[in-house]
């Protein structure tokens, strides 16, 4: 599997030059912040990521390709995962964490199946600089900071070249509603393989380009339509982890070996203004981990 993602994104990369030489323009932009303050009041575990996408192609049918390098997203991402206790954590708790990402991602359709295959590189440890970034702002807020303790344990510096890949289908179940079933498998920081199923009420979003946040599961809107109205969204899945570099085994911490997602939002459109709200529920991800965490997402669009 490891082999066949690898030579994919490979040619993604070299595509024929005369398909090169085509002019292409940017014609999509999305982003998501996530944090788990705006969902269960807490700062811990997975408590806070941003997650951002530039879209560029020779212009939008409101229909994917169906030859992968049509569509190119640049992809970045930043991420802090924390201890339940920041100033002292107890034992047994996971490790204090900082990640920032970028990558080359294609998305087109084949036999109808909607396709996402791209590659990541992910940076952590203290040289992403984020957990200074966070101490500056819990200084700014008057909340606790980590300690330095904390911080010395923290999963250390490396570079994890990361695959990912997704594949779904979206079915039509009434005239507003919709289904999408969906597989994904990423190999590097955390390698597992995930499946799960969104639903859609409304026709916001429809002949858009919607990515899906790493953390979350949320999918956000890349490629938008000029379209006012409501799309509510649920959805979940569950994943067979086989290893996560947030959880190294110097840490004494194993991650479990399922993982489930659970969540529910609301997009909305109108005039020059666009809104999204979403909650997840983050099951249990390391061994002796007491409980779950919501998460809350945002995105707020001003036009004008």
Not at 97 to 104: D, E
Not at 111 to 129: E, F, K
Not at 264 to 291: C, I, N, R
Request: aromatic share 8%.
């Amino acid at each position: 599997m490891l082999r066949y993602l690898a030579a994919a994104c490979l040619a993604m990369m070299l595509l024929p030059q005369d398909a090169q030489a085509q002019q292409r323009e940017r014609i999509g932009y999305g982003r998501l912040i996530t944090n788990d303050y705006i969902a269960d009041g807490q700062d811990r575990w997975r408590t806070g990521s941003v997650q951002s996408s530039r879209v560029w192609g020779r212009g939008w049918s409101g229909a994917l390709p169906t030859q992968p390098g049509e569509i190119l997203e640049l992809r970045f991402g930043a991420e802090i995962i924390a201890p339940d206790d920041l100033a002292t954590p107890a034992a047994g708790d996971r490790p204090y964490a900082t990640a920032l990402s970028a990558g080359l991602h294609t998305h087109f359709d084949r036999n109808g199946i909607d396709i996402a295959l791209g590659a990541d590189l992910v940076m952590t440890g203290p040289q992403t600089r984020l957990d200074k970034l966070q101490e500056a702002f819990h200084d700014l807020v008057g909340v606790d900071k980590a300690s330095d303790a904390t911080r010395a344990a923290q999963v250390g510096n490396a570079i994890h070249p990361t695959l990912v890949a997704e594949a779904g289908r979206t079915f039509d179940v009434a005239a507003t509603a919709r289904m999408r079933p969906f597989l994904e498998a990423r190999a590097g920081v955390e390698t597992l393989v995930r499946a799960g199923v969104d639903v859609t009420f409304g026709e916001l979003g429809r002949g858009e380009l919607m990515v899906r946040d790493s953390v979350t599961g949320q999918r956000y809107r890349a490629i938008t339509e000029d379209f006012s109205g409501f799309a509510f969204v649920m959805g979940g899945d569950i994943a067979s982890v086989a290893d996560s570099a947030y959880l190294p085994a110097s840490s004494g911490i194993a991650a479990r070996d399922l993982r489930t997602r659970l969540r529910a939002g609301v997009h909305w459109q109108g005039g020059q203004m666009a809104a999204f709200y979403g909650l997840t529920y983050l099951g249990k991800e390391f061994e002796g981990q007491d409980e779950g965490q919501f998460l809350g997402s945002i995105r707020l669009d001003l036009n004008f």
